[in-house]
Each structure stands twice: as structure tokens, then as C-alpha cells.
């Protein structure tokens, strides 16, 4: 990973790549629309969930727990959220089949509601599914479902053959607990871009060069450094919210968070004090 990062630097003399990542973004938006009170509970304490989830799986204090382990606690709470299951997160990480229940188990005992809205969202697309008049390729009639994100963007789940119920048509369960959650922090990202994009469009000193995820990426000349910093904060954070606030009527559990790093290549970058700017 790193010697590829190390081809991209900035393109000019002694300027800067600076990265901003929105901070527990997607579960942020599944505490909101899960409306999980233990969930909201646990992200207000401040305290960082992935690091958590791995003191649980290893059976380690919080202050204890390496890097490896959170990226791995990381990606099966991801895994979990949109619909994987134990056989599945037990081959694709390499861990034994009951520490991939286990961690389901403990996720779900902790974040009941979390489990009751995907139950909720299954049972809505199952209740107002209808026929589209296709065939699938094993003659079955072809459904689907079309329901609005508290944004307005509109999902479609179209069933599938055999793959999950052997013989009937189904829903992707993946489908239905991934793209209302992903949806909206992609509107997130969106709002956020284009009032970035607002701030910096004419400024030939910055521009916007990436964007991955809940990530945005700009180079900018040394001197524009602090500017930079702050146009990503502005954008990501006050200006985001604002919108959501005053366009959807939507407010967050917790307020949206970024970290700020910069360097001359995006393999050598450090954190910015995005306090102090």
C-alpha cells in the first residue's frame, strides 16, 4: 500500500496534498436512521467503536488493542452492518466460524435496534414489492421494491434466483441494510464537495484532486496550507450541517467530525491540530 501511495504527490514545487476523513461517518448515519439509543450513547461518549469492538474480540483492555486488530474489528463491523453473515466473515477474514457468530452476536446484543431496523427494512420491501412483468432467467416472476432515504434519493431492490433461498426469488439482504445507509453519507459527501468545490472553484492556489469514500483530498501551494485546512473544515463540517439542518430537516446524533493530514506525498502525511486553525 505505501509504495503505491508514494506516487502521488503534489504537482507543485514545495506544496502540499492535505486529506480529510469524516470520523465514524457511516455509523453516525446508521445510529440516526437505526435510531439505536446505545448506539447514539456510544458515539456521544466520544469513545472509538472499532477500538471497542476489538477489545471484545481479543478479550484486551481498549489501550491495549494494535492497529491490525482494529482494522479487523473495523472491517467485520462493516461486514455485519451490511448483511454478511458468520460463514461468510469467517472465510473472508480468516477467523475461526465461532468468533464470527460470536462478534454477531455481541454486536446485535448490544445494538438491539440496530437488528429490529434491518428486520423492519426486510419486512418493508417484502410488504410493497411489486411485479415488474419481467421473467428471471429461471421463469419466475421478477419484483421489485422502490422506497426514498430521508434525503430523497430513491432505492431500488429488484429480487434475484436461487442465490439466498434456493429456488425462490429474493431481496439481497445486503442490498437492503447497505444502501440506505451508504446512501445518505453519499449525499453527505456530495453536499460537502460541492460547498468545497463552491470555496475553492476559482482559486488556482488549491484544487480538489480525490475524493474515496467519506475522504477528500486537495494539493495546494505550502503558503495555502491553513486556508486549505480551514475551507475543509468549513465545507465538511459547518456548511454540511447547516444543509442537511436547513434543506432535510436533518440533524445528526452526533455532529459531524473530520481529521485533517497533509504532506508532500500522500505516503508521508501527518495529522493536523485542526483546532488550532
Not at 457511516?26 to 456510544?42: G, P, R, T, Y
Not at 465461532?98 to 426486510?122: C, M, P, S, T
Request: net charge negative.
Amino acid at each position: 500500500m505505501s509504495s503505491i501511495r508514494e506516487c502521488f504527490k503534489s504537482r507543485r514545487e514545495l506544496g502540499k496534498l492535505v486529506e480529510a476523513d469524516y470520523s465514524q461517518l457511516e455509523i453516525n448515519v446508521l445510529a440516526l436512521l437505526s435510531e439505536d439509543e446505545m448506539l447514539i450513547k456510544d458515539l456521544k461518549s466520544g469513545r472509538d467503536l472499532h477500538t471497542m469492538r476489538a477489545s471484545e474480540l481479543y478479550n484486551v483492555k481498549e489501550y491495549d488493542v494494535t492497529p491490525k486488530q482494529r482494522r479487523l474489528a473495523k472491517t467485520l463491523s462493516f461486514q455485519l452492518q451490511y448483511g454478511a453473515g458468520a460463514t461468510t466473515m469467517a472465510h473472508i477474514n480468516k477467523i475461526p466460524h465461532q468468533v464470527a457468530k460470536d462478534f454477531i452476536y455481541n454486536f446485535f446484543d448490544r445494538y438491539e435496534d440496530v437488528y429490529n431496523w434491518h428486520g423492519d427494512l426486510r419486512s418493508h420491501v417484502d410488504t410493497y414489492c411489486e411485479s415488474e412483468g419481467e421473467r428471471t432467467p429461471m421463469g419466475l416472476p421478477r419484483y421489485q421494491c422502490e422506497m426514498r432515504t430521508i434525503t430523497g434519493r430513491k432505492l431500488v431492490f429488484k429480487d434475484y434466483d436461487s442465490k439466498y433461498t434456493k429456488g425462490e426469488t429474493a431481496f439481497s439482504p445486503t442490498e437492503i441494510k447497505n444502501y440506505p445507509v451508504q446512501s445518505v453519507a453519499t449525499d453527505i459527501m456530495k453536499i460537502a464537495l460541492g460547498a468545497l468545490a463552491y470555496k475553492v472553484w476559482f482559486d488556482t492556489d488549491m484544487c480538489i484532486i480525490n475524493t474515496i469514500h467519506d475522504n477528500i483530498m486537495l494539493d495546494v501551494v505550502e503558503e495555502q496550507h491553513t486556508n486549505a485546512c480551514k475551507a475543509l473544515k468549513w465545507a465538511m463540517v459547518d456548511r454540511t450541517t447547516q444543509i442537511l439542518k436547513s434543506r432535510y430537516d436533518i440533524e445528526l446524533p452526533v455532529p459531524l467530525e473530520i481529521e485533517i493530514k497533509s504532506g508532500g506525498s500522500w505516503d508521508c502525511m501527518e495529522k493536523v491540530d485542526i483546532h488550532n486553525i
